[in-house]
Nanobody
Framework: QVQLVESGGGLVQAGGSLRLSCAAS????????MGWFRQAPGKEREFVAA????????YYADSVKGRFTISRDNAKNTVYLQMNSLKPEDTAVYYC??????????????????WGQGTQVTVSS
């Protein structure tokens, strides 16, 4: 199983930017689709963005489309989330996860047993 460590969160003012990183262990990182998810206080975890194993396909939640960009560096076993024009409603703990099936990552993340520790993003108004 791929082990995941998220980093890069912090406190930022509305309109600011942050870049999150997710470092994955395991030799098969490049064969997995990767996704970012977030969970705000009192809310369920939700999908944010996903990228295919090659990086050739990406998908975004409507709430972040045009503001967030997901990318990956398979040589570094790392996936990134560039977040621009941040809003207070983006405040959440952000998590990454991996799946060999891109659609499963989009549709069935609630079934995952393993999650990393996440990284806190706080956007002040």
């Amino acid at each position: 199983q791929v082990q995941l460590v998220e980093s890069g969160g912090g406190l930022v003012q509305a309109g600011g930017s942050l870049r999150l990183s997710c470092a994955a262990s395991g030799r098969t990182f490049s064969s997995y689709a990767m996704g970012w998810f977030r969970q705000a206080p009192g809310k369920e975890r939700e999908f944010v963005a996903a990228i295919s194993w090659s990086g050739g396909s990406t998908y975004y939640a409507d709430s972040v489309k045009g503001r967030f960009t997901i990318s990956r560096d398979n040589a570094k076993n790392t996936v990134y989330l560039q977040m621009n024009s941040l809003k207070p409603e983006d405040t959440a703990v952000y998590y990454c996860n991996a799946d060999s099936d891109f659609l499963n990552l989009l549709l069935n993340s609630a079934s995952y047993d393993y999650w990393g520790q996440g990284t806190q993003v706080t956007v002040s108004s």
